[in-house]
């Protein structure tokens, strides 16, 4: 394949990720293993067997292989979408039956979902709003090339802003606030660009500022994070917990880390969910500030590039359009969990793409990094002018 047409540095920095996820959750569940082989041990009274260690072993590794098999499906998503032709994902058909199938697996994990930590968010074994970010982006992209800013009124831009609040609305009762604002803002980045009336953005904004606010007084317990996030030493013993041994684990770090399954912190004080949304603080403390930084460049690479493509598409609306929402989404996603983890933000439960554990998510952000690949396919870098080649300047 001509070289200038394949990004191989987004496709080596998406593997890079993914492969770095697959370590840290086996350092992660390490933990969880000793625990069970202590469990083991005193059920039996006795040493451990052969076949009892093989089982423990193996218990370690399910969450790896799990996750890894989740890894080669995305693999499949990625590549599926980066060979397709652009026209096909351009087909109006199969882009509002995927969105459609996502928001019906929204409303339906309302009501038949499976309650996990105080939220609805699975049903099928998946999580739908992982999906949706992909889904609304893609139907973004879709009905605003559609529309010509520069003749289009205003009044055109209402039944977009409709959708995308009933979806905001189905995530936000799961309830995920989290994914809600990484939603919204992705949206409202990508009418942006589109040419949406400034004037209807800054007022949508406001009106979800309030309905964010009402969703913490409702809630409570979103309003409580502000408070710990505000002073997580205060309430150590409750929902501060999480959130100083977060900084601890970095902390701890230094610059070149403690070494790769040697974190202190995920043995003793950082709950299980870790695997999840705090797996940033366990990667800063086994591979410290060096390892940290170089996870935080590799998002920077991606975020470069997916502007860089968006900009070569600007004359193709749709491909251009939707290359900056689903940047938009993998690179706010990741700011705000490196944000939570690092304490800069309030917990909202993010996790880290490419990295944190979950099915659902990995095989998302895979499935949005072959969309913008395909649209790299589509419009290629330009080739460098050869010096050689340039006409002579014509003397005055």
Not at 175 to 203: D, E, I, K, N, S
Request: with cysteine.
């Amino acid at each position: 394949m001509d070289e200038r047409r394949f990004s191989l540095t987004l496709f080596a920095v998406v593997i890079g990720l993914v492969g770095l996820g697959l370590v840290m959750i086996y350092s992660v569940s390490q933990p969880l293993a000793l625990a069970r082989a202590a469990r083991v041990a005193e059920q039996s009274a006795g040493a451990l067997t052969t076949a009892q260690i093989d089982r423990l072993v193996t218990a370690q590794e399910r969450l790896v292989r799990k996750q890894a098999g989740f890894g080669l499906l995305g693999l499949a998503f990625m590549l599926g979408v980066m060979a397709a032709p652009l026209d096909l994902l351009k087909n109006q058909r199969l882009v509002q039956a995927f969105f459609l199938v996502c928001v019906a697996l929204l409303a339906l994990v309302l009501g038949a979902g499976i309650r996990e930590l105080g939220s609805v968010r699975r049903v099928f074994g998946i999580q739908p709003s992982e999906l949706a970010k992909v889904g609304l982006c893609a139907y973004l992209a879709l009905v605003l090339s559609k529309l010509d800013p520069r003749t289009a009124a205003t009044r055109r831009f209402i039944p977009i802003y409709v959708v995308v609040g009933c979806v905001l609305g189905l995530i936000i009762l799961e309830p995920h606030l989290g994914c809600t604002l990484v939603v919204a803002c992705t949206a409202m980045v990508v009418l942006f660009v589109a040419g949406a009336p400034l004037r209807q953005l800054l007022a949508i904004t406001c009106a979800g500022g309030g309905a964010v606010v009402a969703s913490m007084v409702v809630t409570g317990y979103q309003l409580d994070r502000v408070r710990v996030w505000l002073d997580p030493v205060k309430y150590y013993h409750g929902l501060g917990y999480q959130a100083v041994h977060c900084g601890t684990a970095l902390s701890r770090g230094g610059l070149v880390g403690r070494g790769l399954g040697r974190s202190i912190e995920k043995f003793f004080y950082l709950p299980p969910e870790s695997i999840n949304d705090s797996i940033f603080a366990v990667l800063g403390e086994e591979m410290g500030f060096l390892g940290a930084a170089t996870v935080a460049i590799l998002f920077g690479i991606v975020a470069w590039h997916g502007l860089a493509v968006a900009r070569r598409a600007r004359n193709d609306r749709f491909a251009h359009l939707l290359a900056v929402g689903l940047t938009t989404m993998l690179f706010l996603q990741a700011m705000i969990n490196l944000g939570v983890t690092s304490g800069l933000l309030p917990q909202t439960g993010v996790g880290l793409p490419f990295v944190s554990y979950g099915g659902s998510s990995l095989v998302a952000s895979m499935l949005a990094a072959g969309l913008l690949l395909n649209v790299s396919l589509a419009y290629p870098r330009p080739p460098a002018e050869d010096p050689e080649k340039r006409a002579p300047a014509k003397e005055s």
